[in-house]
């Protein structure tokens, strides 16, 4: 079964760091673009990041600047390094895992949730 575990959320203050990971099954990780969304209470969620198989990253304009994504084949797992934080960060964050193979008819996971709370 494939999983998708997520870890790292919490509650910090405006201005502190956080990285998130999330770990995934071995037998997806190695064709899996992999990527960070948050929801906000009563907003949609949206996309934070996102890294393909290559390496190749890329971030919302919203975060630019203070998160970076990676991820670490060796241990299957991806990383939303977190910095600077802001109270309008605050919201749950979901790891996504993508088959890059086929993205229309390919695997599409998601992980659980983190929640993530900035103070002021």
């Known amino acids: 079964q494939v999983q998708l575990v997520e870890s790292g959320g919490g509650l910090v203050r405006s201005g502190e760091s956080l990285r998130l990971s999330c770990t995934a099954s071995a037998s997806i990780f190695s064709v899996a673009a992999l990527g960070w969304y948050r929801q906000a209470p009563g907003k949609e969620r949206e996309s934070v990041a996102a890294?393909?198989?290559?390496?190749?990253?890329e971030v919302a304009d919203s975060v630019k600047g203070r998160f970076s994504i990676s991820r670490d084949n060796a241990r299957n797992t991806v990383y939303l390094q977190m910095n600077n934080l802001k109270p309008e960060d605050t919201a749950v964050y979901y790891c996504?895992?993508?088959?890059?193979?086929?993205?229309?008819?390919?695997?599409?996971?998601w992980g659980q949730g983190t929640q993530v709370t900035v103070s002021s």
């Open positions: 996504n895992a993508v088959d890059e193979r086929d993205y229309d008819l390919g695997f599409d996971y």
């Open positions: 890294i393909n198989t290559s390496g190749t990253a």
